[in-house]
Structure formats: structure tokens, C-alpha cells
T-cell receptor, first 112, second 114 residues
Framework: GENVEQHPSTLSVQEGDSAVIKCTYSDSASNYFPWYKQELGKRPQLIIDIRSNVGEKKDQRIAVTLNKTAKHFSLHITETQPEDSAVYFCAASNGRDDKIIFGKGTRLHILP | DSGVTQTPKHLITATGQRVTLRCSPRSGDLSVYWYQQSLDQGLQFLIQYYNGEERAKGNILERFSAQQFPDLHSELNLSSLELGDSALYFC?????????????FGSGTQLSVL
């Protein structure tokens, strides 16, 4: 079955700098890659997703890139702000077997 | 508010007991997913239902079972509870089948097994 590896597990960046979180997946049939943000004590919420027919997607300060050959995808956050502090989860799905498998999460700290 | 309702918010029980967690999906969503979140394991996929039918299973223990009812709400039953079952249990719903759509998470049920 699908396995999603995520790293780093913890990331600290200075406010205003960029943050990058990387994930790899095992199932070459995976074609949907969402990213969720979970603030402390709250539920996970989708922040951006990408499908396998595109290599990059941007939404304001966040972007996701996908390399299907290498089976990895990354989340990029630019001009980080204090409200970006949270746990970020990547996930993968092949769109057929009804499973959405998550990585173990990255705890992002934005330092003042 | 995601529109997904989970009850109860907190549950404290003893080892060996059985509990039921309830989830009502967003209006119109046919898919319900259950995830277990513990500190170092992220979001572990347990099981998924679509319109009353079990469609996918993940790392769900035999002591755990679930179902989705005709009104689309779902229940997760946990029996013979162990200390290690203490975790935050999320359900999520989606309008799409196949696992290719946005998940809307409930606020979770925090289970403490003492």
C-alpha cells in the first residue's frame, strides 16, 4: 500500500524567510497530493493541493511542486509570518482505492 | 466550522471498556473517513465509507469496527480498550469518492484510556 514519508519533522525559520517541507510517496499510481495545516488544538484544514497533471501550483505565499519521476512533492512557504506556525501534513491518494494516506507531519516554528 | 460534527469531544474510560464515537458528515458528503492522531504517528488512516458501504481499510485493529448508517452518519466502535488507544480520533467527510477530493475534518474526539 501507499507510504508517505515527510521531512523534516520539525522546522524553525526566521520570520520573513522561506520554509520548505518535503514528502516522498511509494505508489506510482498516486495522482492527488493535498497539504493540510493543523494549528494547535484545531482540526486539519486543506491549504493547497496538486494533481499529477501539473508540476507546480501557487496560491499567494504558498506553492507546491511535484516530481512524478522521483515520486516526491514539496510545500514552499515564502515570507513566513507568525500565523504560519502550525503542523503541516502532506498526503497522497491514487484516486481509486478511497485511501488518503498522510505523512507524519512537520511542526513549523516561525521565530520572531 | 467545517460542517462535520463529532461527539463526544472528550471521553475518559478505563482499560477493557468499549466506547462509541459518532460523526455526522457535511450535508451532501457521502464519504466518511476515520483517522487516529497520536503524538508521534501523525494521522493514521483507519477506515473509509462511501454511501453506507465500506470502501477502504487502513491500519485498523480488529478490536475496532465502524459503520455508516443510511442517514450517512458514522460510528467508530472501540472495544477492549488499552492504554495505547489513547489518542485524538478525527472523522472527515468528502463529497468525492476514490480519495481524490478535499477532506473536511471534524473537531475530533479526545479519548483517554486510564
Amino acid at each position: 500500500g501507499e507510504n508517505v514519508e515527510q521531512h523534516p519533522s520539525t522546522l524553525s525559520v526566521q520570520e520573513g524567510d522561506s520554509a520548505v517541507i518535503k514528502c516522498t510517496y511509494s505508489d506510482s499510481a498516486s495522482n492527488y497530493f493535498p497539504w493540510y495545516k493543523q494549528e494547535l488544538g484545531k482540526r486539519p484544514q486543506l491549504i493547497i493541493d496538486i494533481r499529477s497533471n501539473v508540476g507546480e501550483k501557487k496560491d499567494q505565499r504558498i506553492a507546491v511542486t511535484l516530481n512524478k519521476t522521483a515520486k516526491h512533492f514539496s510545500l514552499h512557504i515564502t515570507e513566513t509570518q507568525p500565523e504560519d506556525s502550525a503542523v503541516y501534513f502532506c498526503a497522497a491518494s491514487n484516486g481509486r482505492d478511497d485511501k488518503i494516506i498522510f505523512g507524519k507531519g512537520t511542526r513549523l516554528h516561525i521565530l520572531p | 466550522d467545517s460542517g462535520v460534527t463529532q461527539t463526544p469531544k472528550h471521553l475518559i474510560t478505563a482499560t477493557g471498556q468499549r466506547v462509541t464515537l459518532r460523526c455526522s458528515p457535511r450535508s451532501g458528503d457521502l464519504s466518511v473517513y476515520w483517522y487516529q492522531q497520536s503524538l508521534d504517528q501523525g494521522l493514521q488512516f483507519l477506515i473509509q465509507y462511501y454511501n453506507g458501504e465500506e470502501r477502504a481499510k487502513g491500519n485498523i485493529l480488529e478490536r475496532f469496527s465502524a459503520q455508516q448508517f443510511p442517514d450517512l452518519h458514522s460510528e467508530l466502535n472501540l472495544s477492549s480498550l488499552e492504554l495505547g488507544d489513547s489518542a485524538l480520533y478525527f472523522c472527515a467527510s468528502s463529497v468525492e469518492a476514490g480519495g481524490a477530493g478535499k477532506l473536511f475534518f471534524g473537531s475530533g474526539t479526545q479519548l483517554s484510556v486510564l
